[in-house]
């Protein structure tokens, strides 16, 4: 706890801050207290009382997966249940009728952007802007979404040189891939910077270490921050937490890139020929006033690294274990990827012809999503919900989404069965259109959320996770020395990849290039 070793070391070196502590205590406590009391009226999970509630957070932060399903299991139908976080009491909405209302209600009775924002504190690390102006989301869920075609090659040149550094590498033998997990995130952080920032950068392994350090400074930041009263945050976010430091390590390496680009639009015209087309340069083209800083378009930049590294990587390295626990779908799936890449060549064309990779990737994250929770909300205001649930302001909602993807009612008997090819079935039998492709957002697939708010960079993740696994199935065969799948670690609402395990690659020996 190197973190908490410089909270103590710093609070004893500066003697004035020692003297806060009183008042710290004192204020912290007042308002630690009411978040904890469940004093929403909604049945609960786990014991109530003020000291109890503690055990019932132990073990919510150790499998919350079998808390929520517990709840849902109990009081699914009824349309709520509350459950006690570490730092509060969360009301978690089950029902379709509940949830189609929470997506209705309006931001300012029950906002989105804030429930982020108090979750990662982020007034005091991202920094008040990133929320107050959220200019990146448009820009993300319309010019930057269009731009995936053109973008493609890049993308997929991206894929194959970051596994190709990562992956075992010698033909016709099986070779131990140690921390699998962690070599997806750093080939996810590769892309996804591709086409944040473009390359040689996202190729730095400095850059692309800052780029998925980053969340965990955010969180353990904002777990410091909130212990805090208010009045107290803009200190200890500066003087606590690491995020500063990445920050500014970061505005070091793209502060050279943001001026040869102002210089390069200054020179040769806002529309010049080769300008890039990645998230940097639309994020440049747009913004206004003080967003145009080096230092503010940095702070944008990471932020997206922070939305997109860890949930994807989570979700990409559960399709792999899903598919190294099961290599018989190799075949259909190699079979599929061949004939698209030999009539599409490597292009999104062909990945949109692959079928049961959608598939096979969007049933993976439906048991093992990146959350067990999705779309939380902060109540603005009281709000009563139309069955006389009464939410009073400052409440936390969240809407399960993986023990509700188990519910028979929805996924029939086979719902809590890994099934690959369930929505390539679904898509046969239904014909065209889009409804069962794993970018659309559906009442009864919650992992992007649903409704406006669903997330403005699924199209990019979708298209980095399919081609990430087409590029394996197609140059591996992939296994587990045991035949199983390591159990995950449910910690709260996340569900996490074991992180020492170790899938078995076996290079094909006719390599397919891009
Ligand atoms: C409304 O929902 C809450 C939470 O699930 C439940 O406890 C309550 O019984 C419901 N009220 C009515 C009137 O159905
Ligand atoms: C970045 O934006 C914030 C908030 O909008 C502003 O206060 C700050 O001065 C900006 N930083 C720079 C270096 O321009």
Redesign the pocket.
Known sequence: MSLLQNVLENALLHPWITSFVVAVFYASIKGYWKRRKAWVDVPTVGPTGIFSSYLGVWKYIRNGDEVLREGYEKYGKTGMFQVADLSRWTVVVTSVEMIQELVRVPDEILSFVQASNELIQGDWTM???IHANDYHVPILRSTFTRNLGFLYPEIIAEVEAAMNSALPDRPGEWVALQGTYGAMINCIARVANRVFVGAPLCQDPEYVALGIRYATDVVLGAQVIRLFPDFLKPLVGRMFTRVGSTTRQALKQLKPIIESRYAAMEERGEKYEDKPKDILQLLMDDAVG??R?A??LTRRILILNFAAIHTTSMSLTHALFSLAAAPEYIGPLREEIEKAVDEHGWTKTMLAKCRKLDSFVKESQRLRGAGTLTMARIALQDYTFSNGTFIPKGTVLNVISTARHADPELYGETAVDFDPFRYSVMREADGEGTKHHMVTPSIDYLPFGFGRHACPGRFFAVTAMKSMMAYIVLNYDVKFASGKRPADRAIASLCLPDSSAEVLFRKRSIASST
Do not use: D
Request: glycine share 12%; charged share 25%.
């Open positions: 920094g008040p802007n003080i967003e800083t230092e503010n």
